[in-house]
């Protein structure tokens, strides 16, 4: 009987396949349930069995519930990291730096929000918070509502000579308002 266990592990080893296919050996038993569809298996999804239907044969995947959230995957503009890296840091165009509500970077269409809560996206300047969109331009020599260079830019307005202020004499193209 000993005799019998030695030829089969050595039949086995991978160098007869039929034997393998007879002894139904599986090279690699580690098959993950990949219940997202992306590719990635969840670490605590091992399944034992042969890799059938939505498994795969690695458990890297941070997020099994979320096909967005992946080893490599591209930063979508929604609020969490999305590439499983280790350890997880959101990007900062993700992330509201100057406390105003909004976020510098825009989401593609079709892309939920999944961080914290915000009031937009599309900040010009996430690192001063009397900067973003929606806000009223003033004379101050910046783009206080992200929508490019207006009447109250200094670059531009003495080229088009206007007056940043009519209503007050003392305010006028180069006076620094």
């Not at 997020?63 to 499983?84: H, M, S, V, Y």
């Not at 918070?129 to 992200?146: A, I």
């Amino acid at each position: 009987m000993r005799w019998l266990g030695l030829i089969l592990l050595l039949f086995g080893s991978g160098c007869y396949p039929w034997v393998d296919a007879a002894l139904h050996v599986q090279k690699n038993p580690s098959c993950f349930a990949d219940a997202d569809g992306d590719g990635f298996g969840a670490a605590k999804a091992l399944v034992a069995k042969d890799c059938k239907g939505r498994t795969v044969r690695n458990g890297d995947d941070c997020d099994d519930d979320d096909p967005t959230r992946f080893p490599g995957a591209d930063e979508l503009c929604d609020g969490i990291p999305n590439d499983c890296a280790a350890p997880p840091v959101t990007p900062k165009a993700e992330l509201d730096n100057d406390g105003d509500g909004y976020v510098s970077c825009t989401p593609a269409e079709g892309v939920e929000w999944k961080g914290t809560q915000i009031d937009g996206w599309g900040d010009c300047a996430d690192d001063d918070p009397d900067t973003r969109p929606g806000l009223t331009e003033r004379c101050d020599g910046l783009d206080n509502d992200c929508d490019g260079p207006g009447p109250y830019d200094p670059v531009n307005y003495p080229a088009l000579g206007w007056d940043c202020d009519d209503q007050d004499a003392l305010v006028y193209p180069g006076s620094g308002c």
